[in-house]
């Protein structure tokens, strides 16, 4: 039986962050081939194709050709294990991204080299700042017309206010792009060899002179707090510079981290189980209400067969058919560790946010809600189906589907989601597993906070002198509701011993 603190301690669980056409795509299949997993790296691409064949359930995944879900895909290449979250593809933003970030280690930020920083990576980034996720860059498509290295690094530096410090130099630029140059080892990555004249060269050793004395040498510890970003150049699609990224992530690559609980923090190399759902992905099969729980082991191992408690019920969950993420084909693992994802198929008893330990009552914290940035108001067409909307609706909003707010007036209830794809997958769910009809309407809402405060007599002063934009979430929260930024800001201004907080941890 392998020794579980060696196999935690060669886990690297990581997401890849981009703006659309980045290169994450290509980034991931050539890091598949460079982890032998060449099946699946040709399938990829296909993922919208695969998933129609392989599981048929959901009617706007096959509508659209994309993929709603997070896929895990598992990997190994220099005696490390990696597991690779992927985020959905398409335009939308969903709480599955935003939720799939709170599950890795590190993030692999992809930046066009003649683009720089775009709307989408920053987002993403931001995320990745708010959990201290740290960020190792990948400046691609160095085989293109780019923009100056220098001015690259010097765009992260000040937008994201990120110290970073390039792994490698690109040797040439555009055409004559002839691989990478390793500052830290003083290694030469040619995709072949190259005369001692050739001006490349000396121009590469100029510049890493340069560099060398204008910004900080890479350390560890600045990296695992998340203020420094190791740098790498390279072309995806020639496969220039995918195996220094690797090699980075398998020298210092975080391992699996400590996750933080309501009692107390549990290491990753404690012999006990804990597990963390982080998504459902639900009706694999529309004829049975089936669903995938995705659970990241947060310590010890995790083996087929186990019973495991679920913290907020106290009840037994017997893990008969747990499914483990190999690349390799066939390949059928039967154990996990800390750092590994796996997949709990379940009826609708596990929830996002649930804990699942061996028996210790800890609650982990840290999965979050996302405050909406749309929110809309159901409409039904069937005033009959009222009773089975709001039930529907309830048992959604508890899978992570979208987020219900209960207006304190009384009046219809309103679905909050980050990105519209979530209102078009409640959408389809209603129609199909609960046969209720429905539209959306305008809100006169757009934005929703979660407040809090310690000095109790405010916060309900402040909630029955607001009470026309006061909504209870799914647990009973207090969340408050404004027409616009102004609104949001005056009310903030007018309660100060009040917090508005744009995310809240599950309970
Ligand atoms: P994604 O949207 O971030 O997943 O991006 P893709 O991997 O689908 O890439 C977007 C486009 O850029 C595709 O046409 C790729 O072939 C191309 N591309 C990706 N990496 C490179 C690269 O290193 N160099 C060049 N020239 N093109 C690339």
């Keep these: 039986m392998p020794d579980a603190t060696t196999e935690i301690a060669r886990r690297r ?21 460079a982890g ?24 706007i995944e096959r509508d659209r050709g994309i993929s709603v879900v997070t896929s895990v895909m598992t990997f190994e290449y220099a005696g490390c294990v990696f597991n690779l979250l992927d985020t959905p593809g398409h335009e939308d933003f969903s709480e599955d991204t935003y939720r799939t970030l709170t599950a890795v280690d590190s993030a692999v930020m992809v930046i066009d080299a003649a683009k720089g920083i775009e ?12 959990r201290d996720i740290p960020i190792i860059t990948f400046i691609n498509k160095m085989d293109r017309e780019s923009r100056d290295p220098i001015e690259l690094l010097d765009e992260i530096a000040s937008t994201l206010a990120l110290d970073t410090t390039p792994v490698t130099w690109p040797v040439g630029r555009a055409a004559e792009f002839a691989g990478t140059y390793d500052l830290r080892k003083r290694a030469m990555h040619l995709t072949s060899e190259l005369p001692q004249s ?21 350390d560890l510890e600045s990296f695992n707090a998340g203020h420094l970003t190791p740098v790498y150049f390279g072309s995806a699609i020639k496969d220039i510079g995918v195996s220094d990224l690797l090699d980075g992530l398998a020298e210092y690559g975080p391992v699996p981290r400590a996750q ?6 549990v290491e990753a190399t404690e012999a006990g189980l804990t597990a963390l759902v982080f998504k459902i992905q639900a009706n694999m099969d529309p004829n049975h209400r089936d669903r995938i729980a995705f659970a990241r082991v947060c310590s010890g191992r995790l083996t087929r067969g186990m019973r495991l ?6 009840k037994q969950i017997p893990l008969h058919a747990p499914q483990f993420f190999f690349a390799r084909e066939r390949e059928i693992a039967d154990e996990a560790f800390a750092g590994d994802v796996v997949g709990i198929p379940n009826h609708g ?29 159901v409409r039904l067409d069937d005033a009959m189906k009222a009773k089975k909307l709001r039930q529907a609706l309830v048992e959604l909003a508890e899978e992570g589907v979208v987020q219900l707010f209960r207006p304190q007036d009384g009046s219809a209830p309103l679905v909050g989601v980050v990105g519209t794809l979530q209102l078009d997958v409640l959408q389809a769910r209603l129609g199909a597993e609960y046969g209720v009809a429905i539209g959306f309407e305008a809100s006169p809402f757009a934005l929703a906070r979660w407040i809090f405060s310690v000095d109790k007599a405010a916060l309900a002063k402040f909630i029955s002198e607001n009470r026309s934009g006061m909504a209870d979430d799914v647990d009973g929260d207090p969340v408050f509701l404004a027409t616009s930024n102004f609104m949001m800001r005056r009310a903030e201004e007018l309660a100060p011993a009040l917090t508005f907080r744009d995310i809240k941890d599950i309970r």
Excluded: M
């Design 13 to 33: 669980t990581f997401a890849i962050i981009s703006h659309p056409d980045a290169g994450k795509t290509t980034l991931t299949e050539h890091l598949l081939r």
């Design 36 to 59: 032998g997993a060449i099946q699946l790296a040709g399938n990829v691409r296909a993922k919208g194709d695969r998933r129609r064949t392989q599981s048929d359930w959901l009617k």
């Design 119 to 130: 709307a989408r990576t920053r987002k993403l980034f931001e995320i990745c700042r708010l």
């Design 198 to 218: 050739d001006p490349r060269l000396q121009a590469v050793a100029d510049e890493v002179d340069l560099v060398r004395s204008a910004l900080p040498e890479f």
């Design 260 to 265: 933080p609980g309501d009692k107390r923090t």
């Design 309 to 314: 408690k679920q913290v907020r019920t106290g």
């Design 349 to 377: 008893t596990l929830r996002i946010g649930d804990t699942l330990t061996e028996g210790e009552d800890i609650q982990f914290t840290g999965v979050p809600y996302f405050a909406p940035e749309i929110l809309r108001r």
